[in-house]
Nanobody, 124 residues
């Protein structure tokens, strides 16, 4: 079992920055890819970023590429998502997820464990 707890969300003006964190419990953290997804009101959950188990490979949605950076610290069982140049369309609940395997993953059904989500609101 893996439990995930996100933090770092909040209200920020357009152009601002936030850093999301996701703390994981469970001894399998270092062997699983991690991902961030988001869901805006009335929209489906969408992929944001993923990182392989060792941290050497990452992938991003086109909408966040160049603005968001996913990283992980396996010694701390934590994955991070610094978000810069935020836009109102980034407003959503952001979810951390743990995948079934080591390789980065972009589809929600490749993830077995999910956090409760953290709200990010970007005002214009």
């Amino acid at each position: 079992q893996v439990q995930l707890v996100e933090s770092g969300g909040g209200l920020v003006q357009a152009g601002g920055s936030l850093r999301l964190s996701c703390a994981a419990s469970g001894r399998t953290f270092g062997s699983t890819a991690m991902g961030w997804f988001r869901q805006a009101p009335g929209k489906e959950r969408e992929f944001v970023a993923s990182i392989s188990c060792g941290g050497g490979s990452t992938v991003y949605a086109d909408s966040v590429k160049g603005r968001f950076t996913i990283s992980r610290d396996n010694a701390k069982n934590t994955v991070y998502l610094p978000m810069n140049s935020l836009k109102p369309e980034d407003t959503a609940v952001y979810y951390c997820a743990a995948a079934r395997w080591c390789a980065r993953a972009t589809q929600w059904n490749q993830y077995d464990y999910w956090g409760q989500g953290t709200q990010v609101t970007v005002s214009s």
